[in-house]
Every structure is written in structure tokens, then in C-alpha cells.
């Protein structure tokens, strides 16, 4: 009797597994399909010299050949300088601009909010063409404005000048990158028990001490999660360097992201690009694995 | 319900044992914006071409997909890896040689006929079809590749004698920098240098050549050869000129990007024109305020040597015979009848490869001065091995030139050592 109450219950768990395997099925086929499968494929030919031609298996040859690579280093080395250029100035920012506008009235909130995601949702592409014009050498209004104020005396190449140029790819990653996290920021200030707030200010807390010790380790997962997301995309910032530079002036701004499309379609060497995709995610996961550590020794679930 | 089933199989029994040709053969074919457009409509015009095609050949089905410049060259590799790759493509040879000789397309050995090469009677023209053992691309038009210069400005400023307007408008590298550096005294903007990426790379490459008639590659085309004393003399004196101001710094600028500020009449010539760039930006042009003249590039000995543009079709081998046939039937349909052929040359604004075709612009000064440089056609090495990693060497190491990181001698003599060994790799 009792055994076959436990096998009934056993039963029941059973078919609630399958039933709940087959509602993650349609998910997971994609995810198989669409994630897993093209990674593995990535890893895979990644050994090979694989071209329109060719497909010979040649071992490390290509990450070898990657780390001798003068274009593919300085690249690594942007990719890396625009990562730590840019994420902390887009996470500091966010914070700072979400704490000031969260304690504004409601439209002056929802206007700043529609501001700062307007660079989002307009789209990467249409945004990179209008700072193009801005820093255009000849007609951009950057150099006008500038030399109106009496600043420069003559036209600076702003994306064509190795001094200036990667900042200046920096800058319009940081224009089009701080929307998602303030309407996070603000978001998450919103979810956190204002009665702790009131109650620190009633004991004598100054502003700064308020975001210290009350707001921020309330805001410190969705801190995480920006810093997280925000280093991944810049590690894969590529439309900008694409439309802005090409990677110039002499390499100067590219990035892995950058190399692993001319390296696939402009050259067709697919496993050395693929190579390139394997290196590029795994300085991804060193990074989020250091951000997760630093983080989460921090954070109080 | 078993009458209809009876009827299905019995219709699909007939249509099993039809002839191969009362099934219609259906076939893609992928075009770049390269004809021109009718009412402004991308497509249009192709596909008034396929229903020409296909009301001649009712066997055949021809389905039209538009590809852009920008991301058709990725799609079209994407598509190849993808075993999806279209049946008909109309490009140049630079990309479709290397398709050939990747494999990937049929030859058109059977087209290249004694009769045909008679007819273009270019060996160049016809050597650009090849990889040197199969012909990949069946040719229709041609056009040389020149520089411009704003004409009203010269005008203007007093300065059109320094411009041979007569003739072939040949002129010399002395003349070229009293100009420029006549113009820059008054306060203009001058060529721009263009060196962004690969686009439009082919107009630096020449002007360079030309300057102090260097050679690019050697006459085998085996070799790359433009660090020769000529040619770091050319890249030294163009890096000069910039830097005086009789040039512009063209590092953020493509071919296309030069011929904007050109067109909007913010510098005074573009070093990469052609006839179908005269032709897409005319209204532009005449909306500045100006016109434009289109010139050879100058050289040391006032003869130039030309690059030049070849339009084509070729055919993606994606193992059907049936349709190697009918993609083969619909280019020679697009290039070689009587009608559409000449017609399909006027839409691409160029020179017919066929002499059969005649003169295509009579009375039109513009297109026979542009008719007049091919002449000065020089070698064509866009379907040299390992040409296409040979082109971010090239607009690369000019970017090194003009910044100053490297001298010019050190920016050709890296520039050949990296297109000789993307050479020798792609052997």
C-alpha cells in the first residue's frame, strides 16, 4: 500500500517534470539552436583554417598566430582602454543622475528619463551618423563652436587624430549607453523602503551619508547588473567603431569586435575570426567573474 | 474525397513525367543599386527586366532580391557558408573573381566566345573576367575612374588656365600642385586624401601610382610593388601637401564621404569620379552651385594610367544544372540582346564592353571625353590573389603616412610586405 503511494507520488513528480520540460522545450530548442549550438561551432572552427576554400585543422595555429598579431593587440588593447575608459563613467554617471532626478517632481523625472533614453531607442546607427557630423573636421559644429569660443584656432580631426580619437568613441558610447541604466537606477531607488530613508534623515544624516549607508547598498544588485551589462556591451562595441572610424587612424580605435568582422567577411578567414570571438569571450568572463566577486561580497540578498 | 485523391496523384504523375522544360526553372537573382532607378523605386527597373526575361523564356522564373552596398558584400559570404547563396549576382570582378576561385561559381568558359572576345577587343577588359584558367564574369559595361574638380570655383577665382580643358584635359603633377596650392592660398579646401576604410580605395591607389609614374604591381601582376622610389616620392609629396593645406586630411573620410564634401561644395575636387558619379550626383552638384569637370588624374609625364570599373554577372554553382542553364540564358538575355543590352549599358551609365553595341551617347561631350580615357586603361589587378587583404594594408599604411606614425618609405615597404604575403598565402 505504501509502496504504491510512493510510487503514485513518484508518478506525479515525474509527469510534472516532463510537463515542465516540454513548456521549456520551445525555449530551449531556440536556445540550443540559436546560443549553444553557434558557440560550440565558434570553439569548434576556431581550430581550423577555415576560409571560403578552406577547412584544415590546424590546432592553436590561429591563437598563436592571434597573439603575434600587431592589428589583433592593439585592438585587444582599445577594446580593454574603452572598456575601462568608458564603464565607470557611464555607471557613476547613471547613479548620480538617477539620485538627482528620483528626488525631483514626477515630470521633470519622466522628462529627464525620456531624455536620456532617447539615445536608445532612436538606435545606435542614427545617433553614430548625427556625432559624425558633430565632429566632422570640416563642417562639424564640434570644431565651429570650439573655435567660436576662442578654444582651438584651427579644425581639430577629432576621430582622425590617434589623441583624440578613441575618447571620442568613448564619448558617444557613454551618450548612447546611460539610458538603460538611470531608468534601472531609478527603478531600483523606487523599490527601496523609503521609511529607512526618512528614518536616517531624522537622525541627523546629511545627503551623502544617505546614499552611503541607505540607498546604495539598496541599489547595489541593480549596480551589478549595469556594471555587468554595460562591460559586456563595451567589450562588443562595434556599429560605432564601424561608422565613426573603421578602426582608425592606423588601428588606433579598433576593437576585437571590429576585427572579427573584417576578419570574417572582409577577408574570409572564419576561423581566425572565430578565434578572435573565443578570446574576446573569454576576457568577457574574466571580467564579469572579477565584477561578480568584488560585488557580491558586498551585496545582502 | 477518393475522386480528389485520384486526381492529385494523376496530376502528380504528369507533372513528374513532364519535360524538363515545361517545368519552370526558378532562379534568384541578387543585384547591388548599380542600374538606375525607375521613379526613384530600388528594384523597379530589374524587375521590369525579369518580365521582359521571363515573357521571352516562360520556363524560367527569376526571383529578384535588392542588396545594398554596405551589407550586401556580408550577406552574399553569408549566404555562399550558408549554402543559400543566390544563382545570378551583378558586381565587379574584384568580389566575384574570388568567389571563383573559392570555387563557388560556374564558369562561363562557353560564353567567352571568339565572336565575343572580337567584340570587346580589350584583352584587359577580358582578362578581368578571369582567374586565369576560367572566365567567372560575363562583362556589360565599363567606365574609367578619374578625379573632378569644381569648375565655377576655378572660374571664379581666375584660375581655369590652370586647367587644360582641351581634349583628353591630360595635365602633369606640376600643374596639379600650382593649382592646389594656387586655390589653398585663396582659402580653399582642396581634394581630400580619403583613407577611412576600403571604400572608393581604388582612387588613392591611382592618383599615388600616377604622381611620378610609379607601378603599383609588377607587369605579371605577381608582385606589389609601390615602394619604389617613385612611389614613396608620391605618398612623401601627397603627406606635404596635406600638411600645407594644399591637400585634405581624408583619415575620416571613404571614397563616398570625399565626394559628399566635394558635391556639397566644400572642397574643390574629389580625386575618385566617374560617369555613373557624375550622372547620381548631378542634381546635387547643380543644387551647390556649381559645376563639376571631370579630369584624368595628373601624372609626372601627363599620361595617365587608369583603374576602371567593370560590370558583370556571374553564377553561383549551387549544384543544379538546370539552373547553371537558366542563370546562364538570363545574363546573356541582360547582356547580349539587342535591346536590353544596350539599354542595360545606358542604365549603368558606362561604355558598352561590346563595340558591336556602338556609341550609346551621341552628341554627348561629357561621355565621349569619359569614352576618350579608356584608352589610358592600365592593368587591372583587382582579381589578384589575396587582393582583398591588401586593401585595409593599403588605406591602413596611408592612415600611418598621414598621421605621421610611420614615413612614407615605411608605409609602402609594409604596405607591399603585407599584399605580397597575403599574395603568396592565398597561392
Known amino acids: ?301 | 474525397m477518393k475522386k480528389f485523391v485520384v486526381m492529385l496523384i494523376a496530376f502528380a504523375l504528369l507533372v513528374s513525367v513532364l519535360p524538363a522544360s515545361a517545368q519552370a526553372t526558378e532562379i534568384t537573382w541578387w543585384a547591388f543599386p548599380t542600374f538606375a532607378t525607375i521613379d526613384e523605386t530600388s528594384g523597379k527597373y530589374e524587375q521590369s527586366l525579369i518580365d521582359a526575361f521571363q515573357e521571352a523564356n516562360p520556363d524560367i522564373t527569376v526571383k529578384l532580391e535588392m542588396i545594398d552596398f554596405q551589407s550586401g558584400p556580408e550577406k552574399i559570404v553569408t549566404a555562399i557558408e550558408g549554402g543559400t547563396a543566390p544563382d545570378v549576382l551583378f558586381d565587379a570582378p574584384g568580389r566575384i573573381i574570388d568567389y571563383g576561385k573559392n570555387g563557388k561559381l560556374a564558369d562561363l568558359n562557353d560564353l567567352f566566345t571568339d565572336e565575343f572576345k572580337a567584340d570587346v577587343g580589350n584583352e584587359n577588359i577580358i582578362a578581368s573576367c578571369s582567374d586565369g584558367e576560367n572566365y567567372y564574369m560575363y562583362p556589360l559595361s565599363t567606365a574609367p575612374f578619374l578625379m573632378a574638380v569644381n569648375k565655377t570655383v576655378l572660374e571664379e577665382e581666375g584660375l581655369l588656365e590652370m586647367v587644360n580643358m582641351e581634349g583628353e584635359r591630360l595635365w602633369t603633377t606640376d600643374e596639379f600642385t600650382a593649382l592646389n596650392a594656387a586655390l589653398a592660398e585663396k582659402g580653399y579646401m582642396n581634394s581630400i586624401v580619403f583613407c577611412q576604410n576600403q571604400g572608393g580605395d581604388q582612387g588613392t591607389r591611382a592618383y599615388i601610382m600616377n604622381l611620378f609614374s610609379a607601378q603599383l604591381v609588377n607587369p605579371e601582376l605577381t608582385e606589389w610593388t609601390i615602394n619604389s622610389e617613385a612611389g614613396i616620392k608620391a605618398l612623401q609629396y601627397t603627406v606635404d601637401e596635406v600638411a600645407a593645406g594644399n591637400l585634405t586630411d581624408g583619415i575620416t573620410y571613404n571614397g563616398g564621404g570625399a565626394i559628399e564634401q566635394f558635391v556639397a561644395g566644400t572642397v574643390t575636387g574629389t580625386l575618385l569620379w566617374s560617369p555613373g558619379l557624375a550622372k547620381n550626383n548631378a542634381d546635387a552638384v547643380s543644387a551647390s552651385g556649381f559645376e563639376a569637370v571631370a579630369l584624368p588624374l595628373p601624372s609626372d609625364d601627363g599620361t595617365p594610367e587608369l583603374e576602371y570599373l567593370v560590370n558583370g554577372f556571374a553564377v553561383f554553382d549551387n549544384g543544379d544544372a538546370a539552373k547553371i542553364d537558366a542563370a546562364k540564358k538570363f545574363i546573356t538575355f541582360l547582356t547580349d540582346d539587342p535591346v536590353y543590352g544596350p539599354q542595360n549599358v545606358l542604365a549603368t551609365n558606362a561604355f558598352p564592353v561590346r563595340a558591336s553595341f556602338g556609341d550609346l551617347y551621341p552628341g554627348n561631350e561629357d561621355m565621349a571625353f569619359y569614352a576618350s580615357m579608356t584608352k589610358y586603361y592600365g592593368a587591372y589587378y583587382n582579381t589578384i590573389d589575396g587582393f582583398a587583404a591588401m586593401r585595409p594594408a593599403w588605406w591602413g599604411n596611408l592612415q600611418a603616412a598621414l598621421t605621421g606614425e610611420k614615413s612614407a618609405e615605411e608605409a609602402l615597404n609594409d604596405f607591399v610586405a603585407d599584399a605580397n604575403a597575403a599574395y603568396a598565402a592565398a597561392q
Open chain 1, 1 to 301: 500500500m505504501q509502496a504504491n503511494k510512493f510510487m503514485t507520488m513518484r508518478q506525479a513528480n515525474q509527469r510534472e517534470a516532463i510537463t515542465a520540460y516540454l513548456f521549456l522545450l520551445p525555449a530551449l530548442i531556440f536556445f540550443f539552436v540559436f546560443v549553444i549550438f553557434p558557440i560550440g561551432q565558434g570553439i569548434y572552427t576556431s581550430f581550423f583554417n577555415y576560409t571560403m576554400k578552406d577547412f584544415n585543422w590546424v590546432g592553436l595555429g590561429n591563437y598563436i598566430e592571434l597573439f603575434q598579431d600587431s592589428v589583433f593587440l592593439k585592438s585587444l588593447g582599445n577594446t580593454i582602454l574603452l572598456v575601462v575608459a568608458a564603464v565607470p563613467f557611464i555607471v557613476v554617471f547613471s547613479i548620480f543622475a538617477s539620485v538627482t532626478l528620483y528626488e525631483k517632481s514626477a515630470w521633470i523625472r519622466s522628462l529627464f528619463r525620456g531624455i536620456f533614453y532617447l539615445p536608445v531607442v532612436t538606435g545606435t546607427v542614427s545617433v553614430t551618423v548625427v556625432w559624425k557630423w558633430i565632429f566632422d573636421p570640416l563642417t562639424g559644429i564640434l570644431n565651429y563652436v570650439l573655435k567660436d569660443a576662442g578654444i582651438i584656432t584651427r579644425n581639430i580631426n577629432w576621430l582622425g587624430d590617434k589623441r583624440f580619437a578613441l575618447w571620442a568613441i568613448a564619448l558617444v558610447l557613454f551618450t548612447t549607453s546611460v539610458g538603460q541604466p538611470i531608468i534601472l537606477f531609478i527603478a531600483a531607488l523606487g523599490n527601496l523602503d523609503r521609511s529607512q530613508v526618512e528614518a536616517a534623515e531624522i537622525d541627523g544624516a546629511n545627503r551623502a551619508q544617505v546614499f552611503r549607508y541607505v540607498e546604495w547598498p539598496g541599489i547595489l544588485p541593480t549596480t551589478l547588473y549595469v556594471v555587468v551589462i554595460t562591460t559586456i556591451n563595451s567589450f562588443q562595441c562595434f556599429s560605432l567603431i564601424q561608422l565613426l572610424t573603421s578602426g582608425g587612424p592606423n588601428y588606433n580605435t579598433s576593437t576585437i569586435m571590429y576585427q572579427v568582422y573584417e576578419t570574417a567577411f572582409r577577408l574570409n578567414r572564419y576561423g581566425y575570426a572565430n578565434a578572435m570571438g573565443v578570446i574576446l569571450a573569454v576576457f568577457i568572463v574574466i571580467f564579469s567573474t572579477v565584477q561578480f566577486r568584488l560585488f557580491n561580497s558586498q551585496i545582502d540578498y
